[in-house]
């Protein structure tokens, strides 16, 4: 009888640990969770198979400290998933299902009982609104009047009651509120009718639909403002009715409530949602309610794409293209390259969406992996925005902005119509200069410029997140000529707040959204009718859909146009394309002005002339005769020390050992990295090149376990990174 269980301890090796399990001790089945003792602590594990032998001594075997689960967490198909993700992005497989399980569930905790989450009043909270209720017209009374009637799902709240949490929050201290959970799916009181789709969307939509019951990959390339998230929307609709899940992916959590509302009213019934920005509760209910097959949809960011359906049905990635579906530490997977893994595994549709395509996607159509599907015109009266050039040059400029540009701005807001001005750099300035002697902020980290964050008075470095105080004085020279030099959102946003006092102005970045509270304050803001401005970053870019703006202006173009990596044009091209989707997406016309103080530069030639279609054409030809991705496979070993002579012997070593064993393998390196010190760590990396993936897949494992037992790699913080989208 099997009594040694093999399980995946969240530990940085490439390896399952045995274990014995205890007399009495019942069989844990694979996928269930274990505590372990492990280097005189104990950890939570997952077991990935059991046998009768093992080939340590009796002796030797740990018991197995508690069995967690009665019933496995992890369908059969997902622990291929995560066995096969370790293996492909060569990372420890502990680590690996660690990072698939949300943290609710890492520790050990109970599991959280089954049901929707929702809220009622208290005893006492009865009790006191009764004798003393909240004043009128306030959102306290308004929820307060919500949970009279009886308990209330959380989902509904969202959808009925937008910013009812702040009013939840001010209640729960007082003792008014208790968390109860209801069971069954939350219906709404009457989904909102689907408007009638065009003919290209009805035709991706029939695309999809033949696909339910196989794996069908589907590319659908649609213009801003076409309508994908209707395509999206009806074949859900369509699996749902087979009783079947779906999974959604978006690339921000700005994005989640606002497309979680739309997915709530439209669907009729609660969707479970999954990003970071949630507790570690509501994460772990979420991704229970998905295991359970209770949720029928599933919303959520990167780490969603880790959640058990055990009735699937339909995957689908939001803007496909979106760097932010990698990960950039740990375990590097990339979100969008497992759902088509999965989709596979799965036996179900997979619909990668976006009107700017990665380049990797494109190629896959164009050799007929994917099914392209085309969305070449946006829905209902909305037509594509007016694209103007603006050339700088020998132009007098307001903190970045040109006067013809403000000008534009002012006719905007005085239509009663929105702008949006668009800035790729949060804070208030990139640098702090001092006048008289040419002292400027630096990170002592990073060797790079300290960020001035005037609203909360700090220099902060956005590479390592040292902070230090905003000097009365300059440290070189005592002088008080300290200056802002350039501009940020924040920046931009007082000086248009100057110059507009009579319009709100509405900044959109990672500082005015870290919080749960800020974000749905900011985004509720975005909605409200009237005249207003909003500054932000790529934040903005990334589907928002506002019905009342008809002006962009793009700022910061030029640092884009010349950057030393191959993927600048293909990201420069997409957040051109994507920030100026922004505008005109009702009946109102829109307009976008990109400022440049290089107007004949050829990408701006090419999205002029021929649209992001054209550019991605050219930028894949240039791909191909250069044996660059889409076309060739990268790894890139990155490895770090205090010391850069520690960090040059490994890589030196490491390419030596690619060299001598693989011939079909090319290693660039030691090579600096393009920050070179940062948070006080010296960086360099080997770029490993292979014109085929199977060839990169068989080197990696014996090339890493080589340079695992060298006395060189314990002296330096190494990682490998297989596909890498970023080349720092």
């Given at each position: 009888m099997p009594r040694i269980v093999r399980v995946a301890v969240p530990v940085p090796l490439p390896r399952l640990f045995d274990y014995r399990l205890a007399d009495g001790s019942s069989m844990p089945s694979v996928g269930c969770r274990v505590r372990v003792p492990f280097s005189g602590r104990d950890l939570v594990g997952i077991v990935l198979a059991c046998d009768s032998?093992?080939?340590?001594?009796?002796?030797?075997l740990k018991p197995v400290s508690e069995i967690l689960d009665a019933q496995p967490l992890l369908t059969s198909e997902l622990i291929a998933t995560l066995e096969w993700a370790s293996r492909y992005y060569q990372h420890g497989v502990g680590e690996v299902f660690d990072t698939a399980l949300p943290a609710l569930l890492r520790g050990g905790r109970e599991l959280p009982q089954a049901g929707v989450a929702g809220i009622a009043l208290s005893p006492t909270g009865r009790q006191e609104c009764a004798q003393t209720p909240p004043r009128a017209g306030t959102r306290v009374r308004a929820l307060v009047e919500c949970l009279e009637a009886g308990s209330v799902a959380t989902a509904a709240l969202d959808q009925n009651l937008p910013g009812w949490r702040a009013s939840a929050r001010s209640l729960r201290s007082r003792g008014w509120l208790e968390d109860v959970r209801l069971q069954g799916a939350i219906v709404g009181d009457c989904p909102v009718a689907a408007p009638a789709l065009n003919e290209e969307q009805q035709a991706a939509v029939d695309a999809v639909v033949s696909g339910v019951g196989g794996f069908a990959p589907f590319l659908l390339d649609g213009v801003t403002g076409s309508g994908k998230t209707e395509v999206y929307l009806a074949a859900i609709g369509e699996v749902i009715a087979r009783g079947q899940q779906a999974l959604v992916l978006v690339p921000e959590i700005a994005l989640t409530p606002q497309t979680t509302r739309r997915f709530r009213e439209r669907l009729g019934f609660d969707i479970a949602i999954l990003h970071s920005g949630l507790s570690e509760r509501e994460r772990g209910v979420a991704w229970l309610s998905a295991a359970r097959g209770e949720a029928r949809v599933v919303l959520g960011t990167r780490s969603?794409?880790?959640?058990?359906?055990?009735?699937?049905?339909?995957?689908?990635v939001d803007e496909e293209h979106d760097i932010s579906y990698k990960q950039q530490d740990g375990f590097r997977y990339h979100a969008r390259d497992l759902a088509v893994f999965r989709a596979r595994s799965l036996g179900v549709p997979l619909v990668l969406g976006s009107a700017t395509p990665s380049l990797e996607s494109l190629a896959n159509a164009q050799s007929r992996r994917y099914r392209l599907l085309r969305l070449s015109r946006r829905a209902g009266v909305a037509r594509p925005p007016s694209l103007e050039i603006m050339d700088l040059r020998n132009k007098r400029l307001d903190q970045g902005l040109a006067i013809s540009s403000l000008s534009a701005i002012e006719a905007c807001v005085g239509r009663g119509e929105q702008a949006l001005v668009f800035r790729n750099r949060r804070g208030y300035a990139p640098v702090l200069f001092c006048h008289a002697c040419g002292w400027s902020a630096e990170c002592q980290r990073c060797d790079r410029p300290l960020t001035l964050h005037r609203g909360v008075a700090r220099l902060r470095c956005h590479h390592c997140g040292s902070e230090a105080r905003v000097p009365a004085t300059c440290p070189a020279c005592a002088s008080t000529t300290?200056?802002?030099?350039?501009?940020?959102?924040e920046r931009l946003e007082e000086v248009l707040q100057q110059r507009f006092p009579g319009t709100p102005v509405v900044r959109v970045d990672r500082d005015s959204t870290r919080s749960r509270s800020g974000r749905e304050e900011?985004?509720?803001?975005?909605?409200v009718p009237g005249p207003r401005i909003l500054v932000g970053t790529q934040m903005l870019a990334k589907g928002h859909d506002l019905a009342n703006l008809t002006l962009v202006v793009v700022?910061?173009?030029?640092q884009g146009l010349y950057s030393v990596d191959f993927r600048a044009g293909e990201r420069l091209g997409q957040l051109i394309v994507q920030v100026s989707g922004r505008a005109g997406r009702a009946e109102r016309p829109g307009a976008v002005i990109l400022q440049t103080h290089h107007p004949e530069h050829p990408l701006l030639h090419a999205l002029i002339g021929g649209g992001y279609a054209a550019l991605a054409r050219g930028l894949l030809n240039e791909r191909r005769q250069a044996g660059l991705p889409p076309f060739a496979t990268f790894s890139l070993l990155r490895a770090e020390a205090r010391e850069q002579a520690d960090v040059t012997a490994f890589l030196k070593i490491a390419v030596e050992f690619a060299r001598a064993s693989a011939p079909d393998i090319t290693a660039h390196g030691p090579l600096p990295a393009p920050m070179p010190r940062r948070a006080g760590y010296q960086r360099s990396q080997v770029l490993i090149e292979s014109i085929e993936r199977s060839t990169m897949q068989a080197f990696l494992p014996e090339w890493l376990g080589q340079l695992r037992k060298r006395k060189e790699a314990r002296k330096v913080r190494w990682s490998i990174d297989v596909d890498p989208v970023e080349m720092g």
């Open positions: 032998r093992s080939d340590l001594a009796d002796d030797q969603a794409i880790f959640v058990p359906l055990p009735k699937p049905g339909l995957i689908v300290l200056a802002p030099q350039g501009q940020g959102t900011v985004l509720e803001r975005l909605d700022t910061g173009v030029d």
